[in-house]
């Protein structure tokens, strides 16, 4: 069996909540609460579980999303409809606008309890095949 992520638990300021926000701008279901999870899963199979802790526990983190063209195009109409601040690059210091690295779009936004979030349409270092 090869190693896979199969799931990581986001700290949150309230669970559900979070969970449900990811969800709605990537056009993902939340699973059914367990214990003080409450579960997105991706395409991949891997699972974000979102548990409530103390608000001066959530130490922030990155996540990054991999998505399709179409997936970008809807998630970012929603990030751009709900006017949810965005950015092009993880420092915050270009406000308003998408990045086009690696030869796709990208963007970042960060979720109710302060994580970044980020969509890409290519991966880091992704190069074009070349015709052989």
Do not use: C
């Not at 998505?67 to 006017?83: C, L, P, T």
């Amino acid at each position: 069996m090869s190693v896979q992520l199969n799931h990581t638990i986001v700290h949150a300021r309230n669970n559900r909540e979070s969970a449900q926000f990811l969800a709605d701008v990537l056009g993902l279901e939340v699973g059914t609460e367990w214990g003080p999870f409450v579960p997105v899963s991706t395409a991949n199979g891997v699972t974000l579980d979102f548990a409530t802790v103390p608000a001066e526990s959530v130490t922030t983190q990155h996540y990054a999303f991999l998505v399709s063209e179409e997936e970008f195009d809807a998630a970012f109409g929603k990030i751009r409809a709900g006017g949810i601040p965005y950015f092009a690059d993880p420092h915050m210091k270009k406000p308003g606008e998408i990045n086009h690295n690696d030869g796709g779009r990208g963007v970042y936004f960060l979720d109710p309890s302060g994580h970044g979030m980020e969509i890409i349409t290519r991966p880091y270092g992704y190069q074009e095949p070349t015709a052989g």
